[in-house]
């Protein structure tokens, strides 16, 4: 079974920037699409897909709200995933997970609504953005 810990978690100014880590144990990444998810202060853990990447066709999403802040991409190397996070405003303020399953090899156009479904998740990273 596949583990995944996420790390780079932090606080930051508004403004400022944040690279998280989402790395693989058990298998390797490139069996699986990868979705970060974000749980806002009173929220639920699956409310908000922030970004995927899809194994088999590359696809790369990301949630309107962080489309040219936000950065999603893969080390194969490394067994890790990345998302970088520039520009972080206070309402990025959340625990952020990434998150897998062996049944979703693509993200596809429903991905940030399928986080109910995914069996693999990592502990999560909180990113607090506040002056």
């Known amino acids: 079974q596949m583990q995944l810990v996420e790390s780079g978690g932090g606080l930051v100014q508004p403004g400022g920037s944040l690279r998280l880590s989402c790395a693989a144990s058990g298998s390797t990444l490139d069996n699986f699409a990868i979705g970060w998810f974000r749980q806002a202060p009173g929220k639920e853990r699956e409310g908000e897909g922030v970004s995927c990447i899809s194994r088999r066709d590359g696809n790369i999403y990301y949630t309107g709200s962080v489309k040219g802040r936000f950065t999603i991409s893969r080390d194969h190397g490394k067994n890790t995933v990345y998302l970088q996070m520039n520009d972080l405003k206070p309402e990025d303020t959340a625990v952020y997970y990434c998150?897998?399953?062996?049944?979703?090899?693509?993200?596809?156009?429903?991905?940030?609504?399928?986080?109910?479904?995914?069996?693999?998740w990592g502990q999560g990273a909180l990113v607090g953005v506040s002056t």
């Open positions: 998150a897998a399953d062996p049944e979703w090899p693509d993200c596809g156009a429903s991905w940030h609504r399928v986080a109910r479904h995914l069996g693999i």
